[in-house]
């Protein structure tokens, strides 16, 4: 075995930390005390690893691995200055991500969680909770990359229409990839349900705010399981409160865990703790990519996912 030291922070799937354990010694602490005493370290989403914590790690630190896709949790900019690796792990959990954003839809469309819970307390609202099909409908993405894709096709094996807006994937690769290219406008006219599939960057935060909610179609419902910050959630709560969109269903929130509130409590939102890529399968298949990724970074082979 190495003499690698690699610290985890934010837990890791039992055969991700296995991996690891056969070629190097894994702390696992929820602090980054031992940051400047460790070759890499390994978060999920909670850990923020600011300028200074890389700062201070040098000269030891040569990795950081992300168990996911997110890396707005990690200073970049100060990576790459300090000459610090950044990798993640983008196609993990790419089909949980998409399963959880179907179900939000048919649980949108069918008024899931007011169903189960009129139920247990005894009501029967058979004729009140009338509710509406998915096929025929048109869903509206944007955001066309791994998890984007994922929920076109199975969108399409439900029978929706599917159009797609990212500005950085070319009209043809949209075609190809289960969607019809649209413009943003022509996309928030024309959708039924829309649903973000983004990273978080400076550009995109706040991208869905009052002008971009006052453009959607009268009676759309939201989804999201990207990340909290691209929605402005004031602005969301007026459109709901309008009734100009008929619902949404929010994994991610900009404050996490959110605080309660009106968004939490309104009646047409329905609301998940930032559970879509927590599946048995996702996290394991997360663990053990990341696991695989970092030490091939500490032996300075060739990376499949390198940030910086």
Wanted: hydrophobic share 50%; charged share 20%; proline share 6%.
């Amino acid at each position: 075995m190495s003499n690698w030291r690699i610290l985890v922070t934010d837990g890791l799937a039992p055969q991700g930390l296995a991996s690891l354990k056969q070629q190097a010694a894994v702390i696992e602490a929820a602090s980054l005390d031992e940051l400047p005493r460790v070759d890499a370290v390994i978060v999920r989403g909670r850990t923020q690893l600011t300028g200074e914590h890389l700062r201070r790690a040098q000269p030891r630190l040569r990795v950081v691995g992300r168990a996911g896709v997110g890396i707005d949790n990690i200073d970049v900019q100060a990576a790459r200055q300090t000459g610090v690796i950044v990798v993640n792990a983008p196609s993990a959990t790419t089909d949980a991500v998409a399963e959880h954003t179907l179900a939000l839809m048919l649980a949108l469309a069918r008024h899931l969680p007011q169903a189960d819970a009129s139920l247990r307390r005894g009501e029967w609202r058979k004729d009140e909770l009338l509710g509406s099909e998915l096929g025929g409908k048109t869903l509206g993405l944007i955001g066309l990359g791994r998890i984007g894709a994922a929920v076109a096709r199975r969108a399409g094996a439900l029978g929706m229409a599917v159009v797609a807006h990212d500005p950085w994937v070319p009209e043809l690769e949209i075609a190809e990839r289960g969607a019809r290219p649209l413009g943003l406008e022509a996309l928030l006219a024309e959708a039924d349900y829309v649903s973000l599939h983004l990273p978080l960057t400076p550009e995109t935060r706040g991208l869905i705010d009052a002008r971009v909610l006052a453009a959607l179609r009268p009676g759309a419902r939201l989804v999201c399981t990207a990340r909290g910050g691209l929605i402005d959630e004031t602005a969301l709560l007026a459109a709901l409160d309008s009734g100009r969109l008929a619902g949404a269903a929010l994994d991610v929130f900009a404050e996490e865990p959110p605080r309660p509130g009106p968004l939490l409590e309104h009646p047409a939102v329905i609301v998940t703790p930032h559970i879509a890529a927590q599946t048995v399968e996702a996290q394991t298949r997360a663990a053990l990519d990341i696991a695989a990724e970092v030490l091939a970074a500490l032996r300075g082979e060739r990376l499949r996912w390198q940030i910086t």
